[in-house]
């Protein structure tokens, strides 16, 4: 069965920091993963997709599948990035139509 | 465009009581989905539907019904709600481009229950 694992339940760091937040999987297949954010007062947005390989908010991710891991990364932290965030992947199986497995979620707290 | 609305945002049940959660979209979106967000659990996939009149069980559907009559609505049942139905559902939806999936879902605000 696949699974989407992310480690820390709460991630805090202080402004202009590198940021990592950690994200591994398991899944039988080629996965197609993602990075979705809760910002406070929001609803759940993508933030990015594997596949795009592009930089938003000057977040990266990049697919490991030796390591199974799809870590997101920002070299320097801003107060704004302060939120929820889910890795997901979408699921296995013949035509997925986009059905998501998300991770357990990582509360990003940016300090001052 | 509003996107992606849930009605109610929030409900008090208490245990037996039934309720219906309505999702609506107003981008002709062909597929929507259920999910729950539990504390540690992520979201989780309770049904979801590929088109009107279609519906298929998701990760976690025990519990809940589902209806999509009509394109733009995407409707969650509880005939009998139970404590462990606390939960905040979220409804989403996501269209094919170009033969397949956009693989990009877009989210309703979230309705807050709590059955007592």
């Known amino acids: 069965a696949q699974r989407v694992t992310q480690p820390e339940k709460l991630l805090s760091v202080f402004k202009g920091a590198p940021v990592e937040l950690k994200c591994n999987y398991s899944?039988?297949?080629?996965?197609?993963l993602f990075w979705y954010v809760q910002y406070s007062r929001q609803r759940l947005q993508l933030l990015l997709r594997?596949?795009s390989r592009e930089s938003i908010k000057g977040f990266t991710a990049d697919l490991n599948k030796g390591e199974t891991s799809f870590h997101l990364k920002k070299p320097f932290a801003q107060e704004e990035d302060s939120a929820m965030y889910y890795c997901?992947?979408?699921?296995?199986?013949?035509?997925?139509?986009?059905?998501?497995?998300f991770g357990q979620g990582t509360i990003l707290t940016v300090h001052p | 465009n509003a996107g992606v609305t849930q009605t109610p945002k929030f409900r008090v049940l208490k245990t037996g009581q039934s309720m219906t959660l309505l999702c609506a979209q107003d981008m002709n979106h062909e597929y929507m989905y259920w999910y729950r967000q539990d504390p540690g659990m992520g979201l989780r996939l309770i049904h979801y539907?590929?088109?009107?009149?279609?519906?298929a069980k998701g990760e976690v559907p025990d519990g809940y019904n589902v209806s999509r009559l009509k394109k733009q609505n995407f409707l969650l049942g509880l005939e009998s709600a139970a404590p462990s139905q606390t939960s905040v559902y979220f409804c989403?939806?996501?269209?094919?481009?170009?033969?397949?999936?956009?693989?990009?879902?877009?989210f309703g605000p979230g309705t807050r229950l709590t059955v007592t």
């Open positions: 594997h596949i």
């Open positions: 899944y039988s297949g080629s996965p197609e």
């Open positions: 989403a939806s996501s269209y094919r481009a170009s033969g397949r999936h956009t693989y990009e879902q877009y």
């Open positions: 997901a992947l979408i699921w296995a199986g013949g035509t997925s139509y986009g059905k998501l497995t």
């Open positions: 539907s590929v088109g009107e009149g279609t519906t």
